[in-house]
């Protein structure tokens, strides 16, 4: 894979920075949609594909894509589809700040030094070419505002950015509603950045836990329903359910 085309987190991650402050929108959510672009642009690159709800590695060759690179052997390693809500909610420390240090080697964004209150030593990092950023715009714009089917690299990033709630921050307020709405419905237009968009939603809403909650449910009934049909075992202590997805937010 050729480096001269900026892959999808690092458009993401170039739409969220504000021009202004040089911080990036929706941090938090965001961390899920470089985690969840990735799985789009190595899909892109033919290396995995869907499976229902999950991803496999269809081709585990390296792209040549360090970052990419080492998500594809993750999922390799897993040795089975992985569920994409379950990928994407994973900890992914230091995410945010691999693809900010790549775009400032390569010359997008520059670092500016500061401090938080006077004493906490904070960096901002500003876009050095700003013509980038607004052609990537525009790809959303014209898609918005033509209706006409974007290309599939363009409908994932639409879709990612409305999954992460950039819609607020590229088109603001009453007079955005109609472009937030449009940019919400993109997400019919590709596949794979449907399935990756809506298991970013469902992370942040908890909802990757709920088969795990449901399953347990079902089966405290099944054995009470056991139970109450046969002799209760006595002096068999029972033991504790554990059962949770941990997630690191990078900073």
Not at 14 to 35: K, N, R
Not at 89 to 110: D, K, N
């Amino acid at each position: 894979m050729g480096r001269s085309r900026r892959t999808l987190p690092e458009e993401l991650l170039l739409l969220a920075l504000d021009p202004a402050t040089g911080t990036t929108a929706q941090p938090q959510s965001l961390d899920l949609g470089l985690a969840g672009a990735q799985l789009v642009e190595l899909a892109l690159a033919g290396r995995i594909a869907p499976d229902g709800d999950r991803i496999a590695v269809v081709v585990p060759r390296p792209t040549g894509d360090p970052t990419l690179d080492c998500a594809l052997e993750l999922l390799r390693r897993r040795g089975a589809p992985v569920r994409a809500v379950h990928w994407i909610g994973g900890p992914r420390l230091g995410l945010r700040q691999t693809y900010l240090s790549h775009l400032e080697r390569c010359g997008m964004v520059h670092a500016v030094a500061g401090q938080m209150c006077g004493v906490l030593p904070t960096t901002r990092y500003q876009a050095t070419d700003n013509e980038i950023s607004r052609e990537i715009r525009a790809r959303l714009d014209s898609a918005i505002r033509t209706g006409v089917p974007p290309d599939p690299r363009t409908a994932a990033l639409a879709a990612l950015a409305h999954a992460v709630g950039l819609g607020k921050h590229l088109y603001p307020g009453n007079e955005g509603r109609s472009s937030r709405s449009r940019l919400r419905d993109l997400i019919r237009h590709d596949p794979m950045g449907g399935l990756v968009a809506h298991a970013v939603m469902d992370v942040q809403n908890g909802a990757v836990a709920q088969p795990r909650r449901g399953a347990a449910a079902a089966g405290r009934q099944g054995a009470a329903g056991a139970r109450s049909a046969a002799e209760p075992a006595r002096g068999v202590p029972m033991q504790p359910r554990h059962g949770s997805m941990a997630r690191a937010v990078a900073h």
